[in-house]
């Protein structure tokens, strides 16, 4: 049998005329036991006042501003016969002065199908209340809860939740616009289950019982205890993020549902710069802040490298401090990005170029008398361009989500290019479909403009693989760094003479070192070999990569 009761507020201590900061629930809503019915503040803390049993509230006869003590009788509620339970209130999540969501948090009544108009809910004291923050669009699927709007008043953010599932089909306010309760925010096509449930429910058993009139009204107390307040555990596959600085989320500025997502991330909201007024932290804030993490775009808070430590030279003897070039300002820090974020492999191999170089001394007069420079770095990139289409792997990049392979169906070559103002990249485009002798006079043309300083940004944009070549210089090996977004860089030292077996004697034949680099994340080091294997092999069969010449 059904019966009334009060729902009064449970002994509060040393504390009277506790502010009332948050109505959670409505007339005619269904609560089970435990759920939130009020939340009280105190200087020390936030309680909310739970459902002594499960059953329908009748009324609250309380407001949000209002003040109440031990005993104050709240509302009333109309629940099942049966023994009294006797329920303790829990401390809310957020500590004193954090912001407080303006929600049905109980599961409101379904309503039925078709569009509907969701509006603000009961907003106590407060009037054209600033909409701080739209966190839905014409499309989007909402679930019961899921919060719409943020509205922040003089002394709270507030989040408006969907009372009903659906499509949201037209928003109806933007950020800055000013909504009382009662005020239009968005039209929702209402999910086809909220109806049939709503439906059958009804059917099933009859609509919900009123409330026996004669049934004797009975006066339950609760008793309040104060739970511990703890961090909810960091979800275990958030392992990159450190764990919750719970005094400083307490002091961000973020509404309540952005709290929340940022719990459910294991993300310190005091580390995420916001973008909404006043520095708000909006949702796009905490997820372009976690996907920079997992992209390897930044470095997780306190997972930094360690700082080298800061030495005063000038106490050891005289100094001459010089500042960097431009060129070295910039590719410093890309070149570091390189070396943190890209898991590198070099793959070391030697090529036979004894025909390649007797080939290019007999082409080198007449080419010169055309104004090339036919230089071996030619006949290099014509063999490079002959390994990327036999392995595409090496000419392509991984998706900004590392979750696919973007494959190139251009072959754009930057070569590294040594400037007084350090380390340039100039792209020869479309490299595949260039003799070497077209290649050898790009070579020439981009090499001494940079040289000169007088590239253009797009000659140094768009290269799909790179090599660097100090074969002028001399070496033997180095571990050249990928340039990101590329997977693989080569590099080319200087060529020496020296005795290879050919089966019966050693004979002389001039060697060139190659060192391939690459992201191991695409290229495993089987491929690194069979790249440098077959570029080996296509640097010693000169008369391929001149098949092309006229």
């Not at 009277?16 to 609560?31: K, N, P, Y």
């Not at 596959?237 to 919750?244: E, G, S, V, Y």
């Not at 290099?380 to 289409?389: F, N």
């Amino acid at each position: 049998m059904a019966k009334s009761i009060d729902i009064v507020v449970p002994d509060l201590g040393d504390f009277s005329d506790v502010e009332i900061i948050e109505i959670l629930v409505q007339s005619g809503d269904s609560v089970e036991r435990e759920d939130g019915l009020i939340t009280l503040e105190t200087d020390k803390a936030a309680l909310d006042v739970p459902a002594p049993e499960d059953g329908v509230i009748d009324e609250i006869s309380v407001q949000v501003g209002g003040t109440v003590s031990s005993g104050d009788v709240i509302g009333k509620m109309t629940v099942q016969s049966g023994d009294t339970v006797v329920m303790a209130p829990a401390l809310a999540a957020a500590p004193t002065g954090d912001t407080t969501v303006l929600a049905d948090t109980s599961k409101p009544p379904r309503k039925p199908g078709g569009v509907q108009t969701l509006v603000v809910p009961e907003l106590g004291d407060f009037d054209d209340v600033e909409v701080i923050e739209v966190l839905m669009k014409a499309g989007d699927s909402v679930a019961v809860e899921d919060a719409l709007i943020t509205l922040e008043t003089d002394k709270a953010a507030m989040d408006v939740p969907a009372v009903v599932a659906g499509t949201i089909k037209e928003v109806l306010v933007n950020v800055g616009d000013k909504v009382s309760a009662g005020s239009s925010i968005a039209l929702i096509d209402v999910a086809a289950s909220d109806a049939s449930d709503q439906v059958s429910s009804e059917t099933a058993g009859g609509a919900t019982a009123p409330a026996d009139t004669a049934a004797a009204t009975q006066t339950v107390a609760v008793t309040p205890q104060r739970a511990e307040q703890k961090p909810p555990p960091a979800p275990a596959a958030k392992a990159t993020l450190p764990p919750i600085n719970e005094a400083g989320f307490a002091k961000a500025h973020a509404s309540p549902s952005v709290r929340k997502l940022a719990r459910e991330l294991g993300v310190n909201l005091p580390d995420v710069k916001g973008s909404g007024a006043k520095n708000r932290i909006l949702h796009d804030d905490v997820k372009a802040f976690v996907k920079a993490i997992l992209s390897g775009q930044s470095a997780a808070p306190g997972s930094a490298l360690p700082k080298t430590p800061v030495v005063d030279f000038a106490k050891f003897g005289e100094i001459d401090v010089q500042p960097l070039t431009r060129i070295q300002k910039i590719s410093g820090p890309r070149l570091q990005a390189s070396w943190i974020n890209i898991p590198l492999v070099t793959q070391h191999d030697v090529a036979d170029i004894t025909d390649l170089e007797a080939k290019r001394q007999v082409l080198k007069g007449p080419a010169k008398e055309k104004g090339i420079a036919l230089t071996p770095l030619a006949f290099i990139m014509k063999a490079v361009v002959s390994a990327l289409q036999e392995f595409p792997k090496v000419n392509s990049s991984l998706s900004e989500d590392g979750q696919s392979l973007v494959y190139k169906k251009y072959c754009h070559l930057g070569f590294a290019a040594d400037t007084e103002q350090g380390l340039m990249v100039p792209v020869i485009r479309d490299a595949d479909k260039k003799d070497v002798y077209e290649l050898a006079s790009e070579l020439m043309e981009l090499s001494a403009a940079a040289r000169d300083g007088k590239l253009k940004a797009p000659q140094m944009q768009g290269a799909s693989f790179t090599i660097s070549s100090l074969g002028g210089i001399g070496g033997t090996a180095f571990t050249p760094l990928v340039n990101s977004p590329e997977v693989g860089i080569l590099g080319v030292a200087r060529s020496t003479m020296q005795p290879v077996w050919d089966g019966e004697k050693f004979a002389p034949r001039l060697m060139l070192p190659l060192s391939f680099s690459y992201d191991h994340r695409v290229i495993d080091g089987a491929m690194a070999v069979r790249f440098t294997t077959y570029l080996g092999k296509a640097l010693a069969d000169v008369d391929a990569l001149l098949q092309a010449i006229p």
